[in-house]
């Protein structure tokens, strides 16, 4: 018997139609992945399910929990079984929790609002919960505030909170995205283990393929608010019967063309950093004593050559970004030197930059921060111009932007749109338009495609392979996701605790790992293929 | 801990600086104390002879320092025009201007944090609306004329309180309440109003908080959420505007005491300025600004106490 069973569920806010006909069923112990890109309706299911939508959303058709009717519940009901019969697990650990409570009362809170249990009884349950999570008393009191704590220990604390009192269901909305791949892998271990534990349901809700096939039974596939394919794991992926689930599997394991590879040291380096540290200043302990700085960057030397593309991978917190904010002049190393094309350009004023910045430019990871909302995006495109010795006519500038936007599959109509008239694979493009637009040597990409949906970002990694064929543009590729440095670098650097720890052609750093974090790394990151292999044994 | 430190650091540097700034602008002020004491009849040696017993001859530093070394020791020094110590004068005043402001100070946030929170639950809603227009309307109006609405309606129409004057803490604490209560009422309303907006703002801002979301998919219900975990997020722009109301209020006093007869610093001030008293009007608002500055010293204390964030680690 189903523990949850979604029948013919159709949702609209307003006049927008979300969801249609959607028919999903969870029996106890079992794992359902939802998969689907971005708007395809995944979480509005899931917060269906658990009664939380917006004002003025409306639902149709049957859900069934565990006997009882939730779309006809009284609110009284729904609260006695949110938390208690049905946890939920979010995407963002950053923000999920109360930053004014401790993670004791926040994961206290719902057991003593189900059980009645007393403060010390309710505390000792939070207690034993905590240390079920991988938090243990004795380094995690419970006093600890959700700041102190990191963001995958601060999605134990939520995992916590939705299993503290053994529901029945969990619903798990992205719980990894947030991530770096190894505390990926070690917070859907311990989501596994709490469903054999328990016999929990686990409904798990996620844009990666991957993720998903490591862990569910079976899988339903949405799009557009609607169920394009459902089935067992291994079947549904092996046979790839409806042409978006063979879409979806492709753009997950996409490499694009790149046939001439660049080897290092057959040519000038175009960016050197030699022995590059930056020191943050610490926390002070003492009035008396001075602080201890932290050591973000270590003692990192790399190079880059002409249309070499090289990949830095790394956990989160390891120091990519702040090496890679020194590279681009944003900020300056406490020790070390930066030369770029030969030319040293750490402690130089601004005006001296010039050359160097317009030469050097950067895609960010968040194609939508780092756009003027207000702005055209003629304006928008064309804003590295000023760096061009010879400011360009109004004429030329359009020109100029024009020729960008071709470049990046976009039209010359899209030079008088606004950023919020673009989709996010869209600005991503835009925001690759604005960095070629002055020909640069060397591009700096922050995580460039990890928060675009698979087919998007094969797109964008293709144009990204496409661009440095064609111009021969540089790439320094800053990911922690391995299946981006796979298929888009020459080199790859892996990045540990603000040190360069190994170094070497891409494949033969992934195929054979030696360093303890590249090892780390690399058993860590899910994988498709490998996935789809061992569903495959295990279900026949 | 460093955060307090760092605060009180800051107030006490704060206070320093405008008592400078106090003295410097009294010391700018056309007239001269001494003549004004012996009146205009009086001869230049006289004058002098004053001067020089006032001590207003000597060096602005040393002038400085003796003000300032007084104000420590609470010797304000003495009143030009009643010749009575000033901290008498003052501490006759305090008595009615603090428990002024504090009350209006209560009565405004318990008016206006659960009226943000009713505003806030309903966002959008007629409930919400009415309020938020309540507010609007609370904002534009003076609060002397709101002060005259109120004597008209509640001491002359319904006669439950009196008009004006205040009958000293010595007839009873009742009594003495009871006449400061229109003139609270009249501060605090404008007051509430717009600190009512700033909480309804804050905690639409923070429903939409992801932990609010977490903390409804535990079963609390909405009311719980609210007042458990969006509350206290809520508070730090409220605290702020608190903090900077308590400004407003005392400069309020002055004319609320006006109007209502109350004998308070407002006043004091008020006919010390008029009388060209200067060493009153320098004392009361040093006074008035070493509450400010304590109020706002318990402001930041207060962010500490909702936010752990700022307190650092232990």
């Not at chain 1, 919960?129 to 991988?134: K, N, Q, S, Y």
């Not at chain 1, 030969?342 to 921060?369: C, H, N, S, W």
């Not at chain 2, 009643?82 to 004068?89: A, E, G, K, M, R």
């Not at chain 2, 002055?254 to 008029?274: C, D, H, K, M, S």
């Amino acid at each position: 018997m189903s523990l949850l069973e979604i029948e013919n569920l159709s949702l609209s806010i307003g006049d927008t139609h979300i969801l249609k006909e959607i028919e999903l069923a969870i029996a106890p112990g079992e794992v359902v992945g939802l998969v689907g890109e971005s708007g395809s309706g995944k979480s509005m299911t899931a917060l269906t399910v658990m009664r939380l939508l917006p004002h003025l959303a409306r639902a149709s058709g049957r859900i069934t929990f565990d006997g009882i009717d939730i779309l006809g519940a009284t609110e009284d009901q729904m609260c006695t079984l949110r938390g208690d019969d049905i946890g939920m697990v979010f995407q963002e650990p950053m923000t999920a929790l109360n930053p004014v409570k401790t993670i004791g009362e926040q994961v206290a809170e719902g057991i003593r609002w189900h059980t009645k249990a007393g403060r010390a009884e309710a505390e000792d349950r939070a207690r034993k919960i905590l240390d079920r999570v991988g938090l243990p008393e004795a380094k995690f009191p419970l006093s600890r505030y959700p700041h102190e704590l990191s963001g995958g220990q601060r999605q134990r604390v939520v995992i916590a909170i939705a299993c503290a009192l053994k529901p029945k269901l969990l619903i798990a909305d992205e719980p990894t995205t947030a991530l770096d791949v190894v505390l990926q892998a070690q917070i859907l271990d311990l989501l596994r283990d709490l469903v054999s534990e328990v016999r929990m349901g686990l409904l798990l809700i996620s844009h990666d393929l991957a993720v998903v096939t490591e862990m569910a039974d079976r899988l339903t596939i949405l799009r557009r608010g609607e169920v394009t394919e459902a089935g067992d794991t291994a079947r549904t992926l092996s046979e790839q019967l409806h042409s978006y689930t063979r879409e979806l599997a492709l753009a997950s394991m996409h490499v694009p063309a790149r046939p001439k590879t660049h080897l290092a040291g057959s040519a000038k380096p175009l960016l050197e950093v030699e022995g590059v540290s930056r020191d943050y200043p610490g926390r002070r302990r003492s009035l008396f004593r001075p602080a201890e700085p932290i050591r973000a960057v270590d003692d990192v030397s790399l190079t880059v050559e002409p249309a070499q593309s090289v990949a830095l991978v790394g956990r989160s917190g390891c120091g990519k970004s702040t090496l890679a904010r020194m590279i681009l002049a944003l900020d300056k190393p406490t020790a070390g030197a930066i030369r770029f094309r030969g030319e040293t350009i750490t402690g130089k004023a601004e005006p001296e930059l010039k050359p160097a910045r317009r030469d050097m430019q950067v895609v960010f990871q968040d194609p939508y921060g780092s756009f003027d909302p207000r702005q055209k995006v003629e304006k928008l495109v064309a804003e590295p111009l000023h760096l061009l010795e010879q400011r360009p006519a109004r004429a030329e500038r359009r020109d100029m932007v024009a020729h960008a936007l071709d470049e990046v599959g976009l039209g010359p109509r899209d030079m008088d749109k606004y950023p919020h008239e673009f989709s996010g694979g869209q600005r991503q493009r835009l925001s690759i338009a604005r960095a070629i637009i002055t020909r640069p040597k060397l591009v700096v990409a922050d995580e460039p495609v990890s928060a675009l949906d698979v087919s998007i970002r094969a797109q964008i990694l293709d144009l990204f392979a496409e661009l440095n064929q064609k111009l021969g543009i540089a790439y320094l590729f800053i990911t922690h996701d391995l299946t981006v440095a796979r298929a888009m670098s020459d080199e790859v650097l892996v990045m540990h605790e603000g040190r360069i720890v190994e170094r070497g052609r891409t494949a033969d750093v992934l195929d054979n790992p030696r360093s303890e974090a590249a090892r780390a790394l690399v058993a860590a990151a899910p994988d498709l293929r490998r996935a789809i292999a061992r569903r495959m044994q295990e279900q026949g | 801990m460093t955060y307090l430190l760092k605060r009180l650091i800051i107030a006490a540097v704060t206070l320093v600086l405008a008592s400078m700034v106090v003295f410097a602008v009294m010391e700018i002020l056309p007239g001269d104390p001494a003549r004004l004491m012996l009146g205009f009849n009086a001869s230049t040696d006289q004058v002098e002879l004053l001067r020089n017993q006032m001590g207003l001859n000597a060096p602005l530093v040393l002038r400085y320092l003796h003000w300032a070394g007084g104000l420590l020791s609470l010797d304000f020094g003495r009143s030009y025009t009643y010749s009575v110590p000033v901290i008498d004068l003052v501490r006759e005043r305090v008595v009615v201007s603090l428990p002024l402001a504090l009350i209006a100070l209560a009565l405004s946030t318990a008016i206006a944090i659960p009226v943000g929170l009713f505003s806030a639950s309903r966002q959008g809603r007629a409930g919400d609306t009415l309020a938020m227009g309540a507010a609007q309307l609370g904002v534009a109006v003076p609060n002397f004329w709101f002060a005259l609405m109120l004597i008209y309606l509640f001491a002359v129409w319904l006669r439950l309180v009196p008009a004006g004057g205040f009958p000293g803490w010595s007839a009873g604490i009742w009594p003495a309440v009871k006449s400061l209560l229109l003139p609270a009422v009249a501060l605090a309303l404008p007051q509430a109003a717009i600190l009512a907006r700033v909480a309804r703002s804050a905690l639409i801002e923070v429903l939409n908080e992801d932990y609010i979301r977490t903390a409804r998919a535990k079963g609390l219900p909405y009311r719980a959420v609210l007042w458990r975990h969006a509350l206290r997020n809520a508070m730090i722009p409220v605290l702020t505007i608190l903090g900077l109301q308590f400004a407003f209020l005392l400069a309020g006093t002055i004319i609320i005491e006006n109007v209502f007869y109350l004998p308070g610093l407002g006043r004091l001030v008020f006919q010390a300025i008029t009388q060209r008293d200067l060493i009153v009007v320098e004392s009361v608002v040093m006074l008035l600004v070493a509450a400010v500055i304590a109020v706002n010293l318990l402001v930041d204390f207060s962010y500490a106490v909702v936010d752990p964030r700022l307190r650092g680690r232990q």
